[in-house]
C-alpha cells in the first residue's frame, strides 16, 4: 500500500534525509533458518531490529514480516509465506512530519522507503521517528508564539538570539494581531449604543473571543494533523467538523444561557449571548478549516499562516456577531 507517494508542496526536510540504508533483507524464496544464519553476519545500521522486509532479486519491496514472528516459526517455511501486504511505503521527498505521521498512524516501528519502481532505499527507524515528531513539536510552538524561519530554513536559537532579533522575528505576526484588535475596537464602537443601553454585554466579550479562539484552534490542529497525513477529503471533513462545531456550540451557548438567567436574571442578555456563542463557535470552526486549505491552494504552507489570520478573522466576526445580534434584541 503506499502512500503519500506525491512530494509535499512545503517540505524542506524530506524523508530520505533521516533514512537508514543497507538493510538486512530477506528473498521470498529464502527459508527461516537461511535468513537468521544471514540475519547474524549482517551488520545493520539499525539500532533495533523489528521488522523485516521481503524483497526480490531485483529489490523490489514484496512485504514485511514480524521479527518476534519470524521467530517463532517454523525454520523450514519460506518468507514468502510468512510475509504480510500490502506494506504502507513513502517516498524519499516525503516531508518528513508527514512520514512521521503516517508512522503513527499505522502503528509502525519503521517506515519503508521506495522509489518510483518500488525497489527499497531504506527505512526510517523508530529513533528517527520520534525524534522528527519532537523537533516538529517544538517548531510548532515557536509558531503558535509568533517565531518564523531564520535563514536556512532553521528557527533561530531562542537562548542565544540577540534581543533585536527576537524583537524583529516575534513582531511582524503579532501586529497582525494587533491591527485586527484595533479593527474589532472600531467595530464596538459602531455598537456603543447598545452597550449603553445594557451595559452588561461588555461583560462577556470576553468569554465570547475565547470561545471563538479555543475551538478554532482546536479545528486548525485537526485539521494540519490531517493535512500532514493526506488521508481526508476536505469536503467531508468540513462538514463533519461544522456538525462538531455545532454541537460545541450548542452546549457552551446553553450552559452560559443557564448562568446568565440564574445569576444576573436577564433574559434578554442570556439570549444574545448564548445565540451568538453559538454562531461564533460555529464560524470559528468553519473559518479554521477553510484558511488552512485555501493558504495550501495557493502553496502556502498553511502551518505558518493559518493561527494569525485565522485569530484575527474570529476575533473580528465574533465582535461582529455580538453586537448585532445585541441590535436585533435591544
Known sequence: MEEDIKEHPFS????????VRHLCTGKQAETVEDFLKKL??????????TDIYVTNEHDILLGVIDLAKLLKSDPARRLGDLMKNPVVTIHP????????????????????VIDKEKHLLGVIPTQSILKILHEEHVEDALRAAGFRHAHEGAFID??????????????????????GGMFAAFIVSFFEGALAQEVTLAFFIPAMLYMAAAVGTQSEAMYLRL???GNFRLKSYLIRETAVGFGIGLIASTLI???ILLFLKNLTV?????I??????????????IIPAILAKFKKDPAIGTGPFATVMQDILTVAVYFLVASFFL
Do not use: N, Q
Open 12 to 19: 524542506t526536510d524530506t524523508a530520505e534525509k533521516h533514512m
Open 40 to 49: 547474524r553476519k549482517c551488520a545493520s545500521p539499525l539500532e533495533s531490529l
Open 93 to 112: 521527498h516525503t516531508d518528513r512530519e508527514r512520514a512521521a505521521r503516517l508512522a503513527i498512524h499505522y502503528e509502525l516501528d519503521t517506515l519503508p
Open 158 to 179: 531562542v537562548l542565544k538570539a540577540r534581543t533585536l532579533t527576537l524583537i524583529r522575528v516575534r513582531t511582524p505576526w503579532l501586529l497582525v494581531g494587533l491591527v
Open 227 to 229: 493535512y500532514d497525513t
Open 257 to 259: 444561557f443557564l448562568f
Open 270 to 274: 442570556a439570549l444574545i449571548v448564548s
Open 276 to 289: 451568538s456563542m453559538l454562531i461564533s463557535t460555529l464560524m470559528a470552526v468553519i473559518i479554521a478549516t
